[in-house]
């Protein structure tokens, strides 16, 4: 015991670095066991946790496209009879949209945007452990009940009437909707964190022109979770009134209407689709400037194409609807707009190829994550174009072509940039380094599987070949480049599958990595990998784009944090100018409770209507002990 | 992506080794011509665009550097990405513009225009030939004939779910919305036969729910249909009558209509003139009498989950039944 233990209110200027760090580390520092394990709210911790969760959900949803293409390889194949393969095409779908894409990038952000903006946690972190909590029940209910049998098999669109009570016996629709209640939760929870982690927690200094590129990334990503979300839980709730309790929202014979659904639903759909892409146009723009030496070309342009598409995005989704009979003339409209998105688009390509250009590329993995990126999202978005002229669309639309559209764009213009960034923050986030060769291989298998499984699509679509089929009659001219494409997806397994395995034995055994392996510039690698639970021993001030380029002796900190209970600070939203000192909340249980009675509400209610009301009985004890003020220094603040 | 150009042209050798009565690439009529020109234009400007891109990206990798004249560099950088933003600009308003003209070339059918309904149900295709007199209306199932050269005015319903109307090689598609009416122009300028099959995922058996358009002159066109207008021809084979007799005796009359005979069911395909068409069950099997006897005996596995029940038919029922389907031309 040292005299300080009985200064009260000690703050860091009064300790010297080891012993601030040890206190530190007893104010901030997950307990030990199963109870700290699940009543922790270190935002690196549960990040890490959804980090993995999304990455399993990505090998699932692998393995049922390797089940699909299994089936396609051959006419009239008999491996997958119509009513499993419309639950694995449905579930591929639904799993990698909802459980996979949009978490793991919120799931980076949680791990990364603290830190990135220089504070201890993320906002609201009881909230953000509640999030990961409905994330993970969504994901088992899904995937438990394709395990019974019981997969939703109407679609990831789930278009009514066919998922409405008529024609969708069962629970399978009811499981698809509830999922996606427990997804909205959950990304609604994170979203608003990062919004007010962004706004609020910055480090002093850092002003809006100064913040990274993938944290602007995530804020607009933040914004469209926020607007976009409403729509599809109007549309999930209406639909399961429907089928419980015979509202008729979506039932035309009693005044309804069938494309009411996909109007609701595209209006989330679409911007779903930057939702999954804009955090990669972050993840890209980081990537580029490490491994080019310099900032990224045009900060400003950057940020206005991230914000011009966020509001573009909420003005294309009529363009998933060209062939339902909508009018002519609105139908232009949407031609136009869907094409306008070229432009912020184009512009970061040309920003990032100026980088580079400029720069002096160093070609590490992460790095060739990124060139592949550029190939195949360019010809995602001239696809992109394609479908967005109506004429085309007709033709084109829900036909191979769109598969291949979509992937070009998703994998190429968001799993390539993640599987990037993985080996970029990988030392970050576990303290050791991914192997590079096995690297390379797995880049190089993903690049050539991923083309030859997916290029071959556009054509089988031109051909004629429809989505959603489970078989096709010998006599029709696909089964070569089906046979084709099925082969290359082992390819493209394979790379994936060296990738998973260079992931696990590096954190296991790689080689430990130091503070910043990449001469990176950004205050994520100012501090140790990885990072301790306080993230910085003392709070950094930031004065310019790339603190740790402008600074490269010593970073200016700021201080007068209580180091007895946690503390952070809080900056102004424009200029980051410090405001005041808040506390941040402590470990807690409840947000799990609260997630389970949450849980069993929502599962519940798939059965009876009655769930809503005894259901929340529960849920109520579990916010009240959730918000009880525990008199602990962090309440009292 | 290095592969394109190798893939581009195995498929242009695919193409034009195989019939493509199913294809977008190998158009036989009017609105299917005018978007696959509108196709290959923009075909060609995107890939120009992108291997221009991918002309940057490797000069931009690779390119040899030197430390002089940072300041210069930016500004030269400045002007070239405003220049490729306005480019590109001006190629998307460019390709907005030739969309909205071909939008106007293939949307409405002429004053001449034949209209057929067509309304899709899980998983078939109902086909109503309407006439403002009743006596001449008529309808089939799952083959659709028109005349060469004459635009036809497809109306589009369905009675269940949402399906699509695909034909690609002669028009693209339209969805069949419940509770709407959606409409096509559908014109063939060379005879044919034309295939097409549902394209929005409609349950089960969306896989298997194609339908035929046969194109003829219109000599042959206006033949076949008085044909289709007429009441069944009475069979006259001996199998064939014991087929009849057992067809409208068992179930099959509850849900099948044969027009002349007592058996009048709407909830299948109207059988009339089922022994006319090239294939039943909606594409799935060639008409013959073994496949007829085949799809009647067990449709559930050749069709899993579609709303035929099998029927408890003995062996010698069956036969006479499939004789009698056969005899119906």
Known sequence: MTPLDNVADLRDTDLNDVELDRRLASTWATPKGVWGALSTVDHKIIGRRYIITAFVFLALGGILSLAMRLQLAQPEARFIGPDRYNQIFTMHGTNMMFLFAVPVMEAMAVYLVPLMVGTRNIAFPRLNAFSYWMYLAGGLLLWIAFAIDTGPDVGWFADVPLSGPQYAAGKRADIWAQMITFTEVSALAVAVELVVTVFKQRAPGMSLDQIPLFVWSMLVTSFLIIMAMPAIMIASTALILDRLVGTQFFNPAEGGDVLLWQHLFWFFGHPEVYIIFLPAVGMVSTIVATFTRRPVFGYLGMVMALIATGILAFGLWVHHMFVAGLPRLGESFFTASSMAIAIPSGLQIFCWLATIWAGRPVFKTPFLFVIGFMVIFVIGGMTGVMVASVPFDTQVHDTYFVVAHFHYVLVGGAVFPLLGAIYYWFPKITGRMMNETIGRWAFGLIFTGFNLTFFPMHILGLQGMPRRIYTYQPEMPWSGLNMFVSLSAVILAAGFLLFFIDAIRSALSGPVAPANPWCASTLEWATSSPPPAYNFSRMPVVGSLEPLVDNSGALPVASGLFVDRRELVVTSVVGALPEARESSPGDSIWPLWSALATTVLLIWSIFTPWAVVWGSVPLAIALTGWFWPKGTKEDDA | ?329
């Not at chain 2, 693209?172 to 044919?192: F, H, I, M, W, Y």
Request: net charge neutral; with cysteine; charged share 15%.
């Open chain 2, 1 to 329: 992506m290095r592969m394109s150009p190798i893939i581009w042209m195995s498929t242009i050798a695919i193409i034009s080794g195989c019939t493509g009565n199913q294809s977008a690439i190998n158009p036989k009529g009017a609105p299917a011509i005018h978007i696959a020109h509108l196709m290959s234009g923009i075909v060609a400007v995107c890939t120009l665009v992108w291997l221009l891109v991918m002309v940057m990206l490797v000069w931009a990798l690779l390119r040899k550097r030197s430390d002089a004249g940072e300041q210069a560099r930016e500004r030269g950088l400045t002007t070239t990405v405003s220049a490729a933003v306005g480019a590109t600009a001006v190629i998307i308003a460019g390709m907005t513009i030739a969309s909205f003209y071909t939008t106007r070339d293939i949307g409405i059918p002429g004053e001449a225009a034949l209209t057929i309904t067509v309304r899709g149900q899980q998983w078939w295709w109902q086909v109503i030939y309407a006439d403002p007199d009743p006596a001449l209306t008529f309808q089939t199932a799952n083959e659709i004939h028109i005349p060469v050269g004459r635009d036809v005015h497809v109306q589009l319903e369905s009675t269940d779910v949402v399906h699509s109307f695909w034909v690609p090689s002669l028009a693209g598609k339209q969805d069949l919305v419940p509770g709407r009416t959606n409409s096509l122009l559908l014109r063939a300028e060379r005879p044919g036969i034309y295939r097409g099959q549902c394209a929005e995922f409609c349950g089960l058996q969306h896989t298997h729910m194609a339908m035929m358009v046969i194109a003829e002159d219109p000599e042959s066109f206006e033949r076949w249909a008085v044909a289709q207008r007429g009441n069944s021809v009475n069979p006259g084979k001996p199998d064939a009558v014991a087929g009849q007799v057992a067809f409208i005796a068992k179930p099959c009359a509850a849900c099948h209509t044969v027009r002349g005979t007592p058996a009048m069911g709407t909830t299948g395909p109207d059988l009339t003139h089922v022994g006319s068409r090239k294939t039943i069950a909606a594409g799935l099997l060639e008409t013959t009498r073994g496949s007829l006897a085949a799809w009647i005996a067990d449709p559930q596995t050749l069709k899993p989950g579609n709303n035929m029940p099998m029927v408890p038919l003995t062996s010698v029922e069956l036969k006479n039944i499939s004789a009698y389907m056969e005899s119906l031309k």
